[in-house]
């Protein structure tokens, strides 16, 4: 059971929240340096996991074909740098990944919310995904998700918005 902190949720069409974090290899990648393209921006709670090391495999394998329709696929978790970069090579990832250690983009996405497991409530990440337009404007979104199929669910909703 999930519990988002931030009642007013993102929705499709709003500006999406800008940022600026540091990649796996310590550079800083900013929403705006991005812009133009499309951008599928994933949230996920922590690197070397099964479901989140599923979604980066699902999305690497797929990326020619987002890479062919211009769409750039970034995902964010609250892992450091060095997590990022030995999780992109133990896995041959070719998406890029950033830091967000003090959640503070997973709580302007709306993203960052109370979790239970295993009869133990903590705060995380809420696994989401948003496709946002080459102006910056949200154009899908996806909550809550389930790993399974989700990087092909992602790609068929960006080439059916491109239409």
Same mark, same amino acid.
């Given at each position: 059971?999930?519990?988002?902190?931030?009642?007013?949720?993102? $929705?499709?069409?709003?500006?999406?929240?800008?940022?600026?974090?540091?990649?796996?290899?310590?550079?800083?990648?900013? %929403? #705006?340096?991005?812009?133009? !393209?499309? %951008?599928?921006?994933?949230?996920?709670? !922590?690197?070397?996991?099964?479901?989140?090391?599923? &979604?980066?495999?699902?999305?690497?394998?797929?990326?020619? $074909?987002?890479?062919?329709?211009?769409?750039?696929?970034?995902?964010?978790?609250?892992?450091? $740098?060095?997590?990022?970069?030995?999780?992109?090579?133990?896995?041959?990832?070719?998406? &890029?990944?950033?830091?967000?250690?003090?959640?503070?983009?997973? #709580?302007?996405?709306?993203?960052?919310?109370? !979790?239970?497991?295993?009869? =133990?409530?903590?705060?995380?990440?809420?696994?989401?995904?948003?496709?946002?337009?080459?102006?910056?404007?949200?154009?899908?979104?996806?909550?809550?998700?389930?790993? =399974?199929?989700?990087? &092909? !669910?992602?790609?068929?909703?960006?080439? $059916?918005?491109?239409?």
């Amino acid at each position: 059971m999930f519990e988002l902190i931030m009642s007013n949720l993102l $929705e499709i069409g709003q500006n999406t929240p800008s940022f600026a974090l540091n990649n796996q290899k310590g550079e800083r990648i900013k %929403l #705006e340096d991005i812009l133009g !393209k499309w %951008l599928v921006l994933y949230f996920y709670p !922590k690197d070397n996991t099964p479901g989140c090391t599923t &979604e980066a495999q699902d999305f690497t394998t797929l990326n020619p $074909e987002f890479e062919k329709i211009g769409a750039k696929i970034i995902g964010i978790s609250p892992d450091s $740098e060095k997590s990022h970069y030995k999780f992109i090579d133990k896995y041959n990832l070719s998406i &890029e990944l950033l830091c967000d250690p003090d959640h503070k983009v997973a #709580e302007a996405y709306g993203v960052w919310g109370l !979790k239970k497991f295993m009869g =133990k409530d903590y705060m995380g990440i809420i696994r989401s995904t948003f496709i946002i337009n080459q102006q910056g404007n949200i154009a899908y979104i996806w909550r809550n998700i389930r790993v =399974k199929n989700h990087a &092909e !669910k992602v790609l068929n909703k960006l080439q $059916e918005l491109q239409i």
